[in-house]
T-cell receptor, first 112, second 118 residues
Framework: QKEVEQDPGPLSVPEGAIVSLNCTYS??????FMWYRQYSRKGPELLMY????GNKEDGRFTAQVDKSSKYISLFIRDSQPSDSATYLC????????????FGGGTRVLVKP | GAVVSQHPSWVICKSGTSVKIECRSL??????MFWYRQFPKQSLMLMAT?????????EQGVEKDKFLINHASLTLSTLTVTSAHPEDSSFYIC??????????????FGPGTRLTVT
């Protein structure tokens, strides 16, 4: 079993729809949860960062963490064609210098 | 802020030669940098963790003699692929943390280097 599972997609939605992404993880010791966006042949860009269970909102993006279920989600409201990318969840134990464990990434396509 | 650059962005080399990739934190000092490789349509695979002034910590299965990492300063880490072979062709990405932000320490990624070995 992989430490972090993520549906590879592709996930195709019409422009303006809500994009719903999620990951599950196996190690309850993970403490920090991140979502990255990666365009083709580019480095990942940090979108959202959460520490505790609950919701965090930033503009059109909402991240949710449910530690009891070991489940994290990212929602993108009013999706735009420019949101078409691969979205990667990443999880980390403890301190800042610790490595990230990535999900496999979900490819999202927002159609105009 | 928190900009990480990589050079070159794309390199083609012949089998058997070595190639060096640079990773720089442009506007902050990074005590820890990470090196990843990514195959097409796959996620990032951590190769090694690099701390300034000390030897890199390699992930299981990564050949330390083949992938030489040098973190000589707080703003520069280099990855040298020695005796490259076609199977080393991949997208190599570095990242750096901002430890001064406390325990959060988000990782910021460079734009990546595409290596093609012919």
């Amino acid at each position: 079993q992989k430490e972090v599972e993520q549906d590879p997609g592709p996930l195709s939605v019409p422009e303006g729809a809500i994009v719903s992404l999620n990951c599950t993880y196996s190690n309850s010791a993970f403490q920090y949860f991140m979502w990255y966006r990666q365009y083709s042949r580019k480095g990942p860009e940090l979108l959202m960062y959460t520490y505790s269970s609950g919701n965090k909102e930033d503009g059109r993006f909402t991240a949710q963490v449910d530690k009891s279920s070991k489940y994290i989600s990212l929602f993108i409201r009013d999706s735009q064609p420019s949101d078409s990318a691969t979205y990667l969840c990443a999880i980390r134990l403890g301190a800042a210098g610790n490595k990230l464990t990535f999900g496999g990434g979900t490819r999202v396509l927002v159609k105009p | 802020g928190a900009v990480v650059s990589q050079h070159p962005s794309w390199v083609i080399c012949k089998s058997g030669t070595s190639v060096k990739i640079e990773c720089r934190s442009l506007d902050f000092q990074a005590t820890t940098m990470f090196w990843y490789r990514q195959f097409p349509k796959q996620s990032l695979m951590l190769m090694a963790t690099s701390n300034e002034g000390s030897k890199a910590t390699y992930e299981q299965g990564v050949e330390k003699d083949k992938f030489l990492i040098n973190h000589a300063s707080l703003t520069l880490s280099t990855l040298t692929v020695t005796s490259a072979h076609p199977e080393d062709s991949s997208f190599y990405i570095c990242s750096a943390t901002l430890p001064e932000r406390g325990p959060t320490g988000e990782q910021y990624f460079g734009p990546g280097t595409r290596l093609t070995v012919t």
